[in-house]
């Protein structure tokens, strides 16, 4: 075979991969939502085990129904997600047009969530024959001003980031400001009474402008309705923190 041929040909992409190993691989982690790997594979979520398959409170639904409209373009975008979990919001950005996502969890909230999120990465990356430029870092979100990653065109923290304390989230916030001019965090103002006020919009609208984004707009559209009555809010709206419009 000549060079010109041998240059045509395309790399395979995982071919120890198979429908059969992917369904083999699912049981081997707990997910804490349902993740479609096409043609039927399909990992439910073992927190919401009767949770709807589809559902604008998670994944990549919730990433369509809130998230995307409050990013910059993904095209060519970097992108660092903070609490990214089993890494499927990151591959559907990449597959959207972002160049590169970073993803950051933590081994200590979710059990094997690197192995699990590299397991989701290789199989759509076998499903899509396209490599996907995500990495995955092990840390808590606490410590990520201690990294040296660069600057990124938006920073996400989807339900996550009120888990912090007060003095953290502060911290963390300030860190973000020097390395992005945009930071989408997403609340929760019905799951969580324990924790206060700290994942609600105005406490984080509060934060954000408080530690370098003065410009802040909170996304709270309305929710499907619920059997037959009247819509409620979206009780996870985000908080969108930008330093310039």
């Not at 990214?84 to 996502?101: D, F, S, Y």
């Amino acid at each position: 075979m000549n060079s010109a041929l041998r240059s045509e040909r395309k790399e395979i992409l995982h071919p120890e991969l198979s429908e059969e190993v992917i369904r083999e691989q699912i049981p081997r982690f707990k997910w804490f939502i349902d993740v479609d790997f096409g043609n039927g594979i399909r990992a439910r979520s073992t927190v919401w085990p009767d949770a709807p398959a589809n559902s604008p409170h998670v994944g990549v639904d919730k990433f369509e129904f809130i998230v995307r409209r409050n990013l910059p373009g993904l095209a060519g975008a970097r992108i660092l997600e903070l609490g990214c979990n089993c890494g499927v919001i990151a591959l559907h950005m990449l597959r959207q047009g972002a160049a590169e996502v970073v993803g950051v969890d933590s081994e200590r909230t979710w059990d094997r969530w690197k192995d699990q999120a590299e397991f989701v990465k290789t199989a759509f990356e076998w499903r899509w024959q396209t490599r996907c430029n995500a990495r995955y870092i092990d840390m808590d979100m606490a410590e990520i001003p201690s990294l040296d990653l660069g600057r990124f065109d938006a920073v996400m923290a989807l339900n996550c980031l009120y888990y912090l304390s007060e003095d953290d989230i502060a911290r963390v916030i300030r860190h973000v400001a020097t390395i992005s001019d945009v930071f989408l965090i997403q609340c929760n103002t019905g799951d969580h009474p324990s924790l206060g006020r700290v994942p609600t919009p105005a406490f984080m609208a509060a934060a954000l402008k408080a530690n370098g984004f003065p410009e802040t707009h909170i996304d709270a559209p309305w929710d499907k309705p619920k059997r037959g009555f009247i819509p409620q809010k979206y009780h996870r709206p985000v908080v969108v923190g930008r330093k310039r419009g």
